[in-house]
């Protein structure tokens, strides 16, 4: 099943992507209101009749209240080209590195991303899979980590690299207003048998820069739920980013970064394509 945000004349809606058309809930608006819904009674929930999805603009499928969770560095080949750039010799960690992306970061699918050159000079792009967790959870073990998702999304970590280097962590540098879309939609977890065997790519005006799958994880999903809700309350609407494969502009030769007018495309296999396009000059609109 795919669940989408969406507006539609005038009012934001939340419902069932069908084929080219989407049925809205009659009753729930939001992706947290329709997981406050008992599983055994989602399926009675009221939709209205189906609206094309041409006629409707998309939303992030999902707004946490929190941060959303990233992992770092959780591609083999990405760890090494970023060790590459950095002149560092490779070091990989024995558990999960964690950061956290603002949630006023997140964008729509579609969007154009308004970014301020004055801010940074160096956006870059990172394709990722994104894990939504559907259940209040704490200290899963990683055998029943899968249990507590309740499903996929793509996911783009823009991020200032200049600004990353400054601050000399994470957090600055990959929160700047519009360098977290999100969408196209969510697929629940039924519909993916195994999350570790997905194709993903991202496009940069029809160019491919990235390339990989995500069995190519350091720490799989399973690893990752575990370890982050060891002694952490997880919440129904937590999103999850799950890293990025190589291929980012920063590891070239020589450094690439986004330019106006750029269109990115991150396409993750059984979920879709998430497109959005930059433009450097006009700050976003405070939210």
């Known amino acids: 099943m795919r669940l989408a945000s969406f507006e539609y004349d005038g009012t934001v809606r939340f419902g069932i992507v069908d084929g080219d058309g989407v049925r809205p809930f009659a009753?729930?608006?939001?992706?947290?209101?329709?997981?406050?819904?008992?599983?055994?009674?989602?399926?009675?929930?009221?939709?209205g009749d189906a609206v094309p999805l041409r006629d409707v603009t998309l939303l992030a499928p999902v707004r946490?209240?929190?941060?959303?969770?990233?992992?770092?560095?959780?591609?083999?080949?990405?760890?090494?080209?970023?060790?590459?750039?950095?002149?560092?010799?490779?070091?990989?960690?024995?558990?999960p590195t964690f950061f956290t992306k603002a949630p006023?970061?997140?964008?729509?699918?579609?969007?154009?991303?308004r970014l301020s050159p004055d801010v940074s000079s160096e956006y870059d792009w990172e394709a990722e899979l994104a894990v939504v967790i559907g259940e209040r959870c704490r200290d899963v073990a990683e055998a029943d980590a899968l249990s507590v998702v309740f499903g996929y999304t793509c996911l783009n970590d823009?991020?200032?690299?200049?600004?990353?280097?400054?601050?000399?962590?994470?957090?600055?540098?990959?929160?700047?207003?519009?360098?977290?879309?999100?969408?196209?939609?969510?697929?629940?977890?039924?519909?993916i048998d195994d999350p570790q065997k997905l194709a993903i790519a991202l496009r940069v005006d029809g160019?491919?820069?990235q390339k990989s799958t995500t069995g190519k994880m350091i720490f799989?999903?399973?690893?990752?739920?575990?370890?982050?809700?060891?002694?952490?309350?997880?919440?129904?609407?937590?999103?999850?980013a799950t890293g990025t494969p190589d291929g980012v502009g920063m590891a070239r030769t020589p450094p690439e970064?986004?330019?106006?007018?750029?269109r990115m495309e991150v396409e993750i296999a059984k979920i879709g394509v998430l497109a959005n396009t930059v433009a450097l000059g006009t700050p976003a609109i405070a939210r």
């Open 64 to 95: 946490p209240a929190k941060n959303v969770f990233c992992v770092g560095r959780n591609y083999m080949d990405h760890a090494e080209e970023v060790s590459r750039a950095n002149g560092k010799p490779l070091n990989l960690p024995k558990v």
């Open 207 to 209: 160019e491919t820069k």
């Open 27 to 47: 009753s729930v608006a939001t992706l947290q209101a329709y997981l406050a819904v008992s599983p055994s009674e989602r399926g009675a929930l009221t939709k």
């Open 104 to 113: 006023t970061a997140i964008a729509n699918p579609g969007a154009t991303l």
């Open 158 to 191: 823009v991020t200032a690299r200049d600004l990353q280097r400054e601050h000399q962590q994470w957090f600055k540098g990959k929160s700047l207003d519009d360098t977290c879309p999100i969408g196209p939609w969510i697929v629940t977890a039924d519909e």
């Open 220 to 240: 799989d999903i399973r690893a990752i739920v575990a370890s982050l809700s060891r002694g952490m309350t997880l919440e129904p609407g937590d999103v999850i």
């Open 257 to 262: 970064f986004l330019r106006d007018g750029a």
